[in-house]
């Protein structure tokens, strides 16, 4: 999960979950913890069910919820988590399958407050920190353990010594890596292994939007819409407000340059950070630029036209930038879809920061054939 962090995961429902078990609502949680095919949901979209019958979150996008949520009242009812499988090929796939192509497999469990406390609180840490997930085995189903770069709670059940070392390193290397997946640990011999989901969670992703303008105002909304933490930075104080800028998290005066190199050089960005350049005057764009292209970003962007994009692909070739350098800049920013207002630039913006995460091409699905979800992600 190397995305944004968030957006559909369990983290995203457990203000409400929590809510339902402090007042004494039991409740269920179905994460997908397998997909196969052009499933719409990634690994680790949750969905939560209340005994009295509330539900929020989603598995599918619809596909599969009725089916789901009935096997969540009864899992409430037995206390026993089940794995369950949906595929386009059930006989009864228009009831309860993935209509829309795909198959996922869907695990349904109690949710235990104290440990979803804990993972509560070490989300609102800038920590990451990783859920291991029995899904199937010889031990019943659930979440057991919670791990971070230096702590865990909660354990698995095995008798072999080396193997819960070995899997606390395994997971620590994923979670370094922010990544997510299953993984076998052997119990005891004769027996069936445990499959497990190791699912990480990351601090969110950083959206940089530099230049206070009302194109930054939609910007970020757009980013933060995205599961971006949204820092806004302008050298001009009466621009850089928070009113200005309501979505941001944050609201920086400084010069953007020195913003952003102090940034780095305290090792707050990295290979999902993206950085949009508003600024719209070469004072502040190119030494910006020369900073952000020498980073970790995934996503470099400036907005202007493309004589404004042609001169600053100018100044910073006779700052010796290569050719290889440049083409990590988005110039002009965002994809070709027509807009002009501030709120069609910044959904042209998101688009081209989703279809660079993703692996998309930006065209209409509808001129497209293959798999529309089931594609490698180049961050």
């Known amino acids: 999960m190397s995305g944004t962090g968030g957006h559909g995961d369990l983290r995203d429902l457990l203000p409400v979950v929590l809510g339902w078990l ?12 397998a997909t196969f095919d052009s499933a719409p949901r990634d690994v680790g979209a949750a969905m939560a069910v209340a005994a009295d019958g509330a539900v929020a979150g989603s598995v599918s996008g619809g596909c599969v919820e009725a089916a789901v949520y009935e096997r969540a009242l009864a899992v409430l009812d037995t206390g026993r988590a089940v794995l369950d499988r949906y595929a386009v090929s059930d006989e009864d796939a228009f009831a309860a399958g993935l209509t829309c192509g795909g198959t996922i497999e869907v695990l349904v469990e109690s949710a235990d407050a104290t440990l979803l406390h804990r993972l509560d609180a070490a989300v609102r840490t800038p920590e990451p920190v990783a859920a291991v997930t029995v899904v199937s085995g010889a031990e019943p ?38 990544e997510s997946g ?30 206070a303008t009302d194109f930054a105002a ?19 104080p009466v621009f850089a407000t928070a009113e200005r800028v309501p979505d941001a998290a944050e609201v920086v005066v400084d010069w953007p340059h020195r913003y952003l190199a102090r940034e780095a050089a305290a090792g ?3 290979r999902r950070t993206v950085i949009c350049v508003l600024t719209h ?27 404004t994009a042609d001169d600053r692909l100018a100044r910073l070739r006779e700052r010796g930038f290569t050719e290889a350098e440049l083409r990590r800049l988005s110039a002009p920013i965002g994809l070709d879809l027509g807009g002009r207002t501030p709120a069609e630039t910044a959904i042209s913006v998101a688009a081209e920061i989703v279809a660079c995460r993703r692996g998309g091409t930006g065209r209409r699905l509808t001129h497209t054939d293959g798999p529309i979800h089931d594609r490698p992600s180049p961050h």
Do not use: N
């Open 22 to 33: 402090d007042a004494g609502r039991r409740c269920a949680v179905a994460t997908v913890v």
């Open 141 to 178: 189903a659930g979440t057991r353990l919670l791990v971070g770069a230096e702590s865990t709670y909660g354990s698995l059940p095995t008798p072999d010594a080396q193997a819960a070392p070995a899997l606390l390193t395994e997971v620590r290397a994923m979670l370094a890596a922010g």
């Open 182 to 211: 299953i993984r076998q640990l052997s119990t005891a011999p004769h027996t069936e292994p445990l499959s497990m989901l190791v699912q990480a969670y990351l601090p969110p992703a950083r959206m940089l939007v530099f230049g």
């Open 218 to 236: 939609a910007v970020s909304s757009a980013g933060a819409f995205l599961g971006y933490r949204v820092t806004v930075c302008d050298a001009r």
């Open 268 to 270: 707050r960005l990295d």
């Open 281 to 307: 005057d070469p004072r502040f764009d190119v030494p910006l630029l020369e900073v952000a292209l020498r980073g970790p970003a995934a996503y470099v962007g400036l907005l202007g036209s493309r004589r």
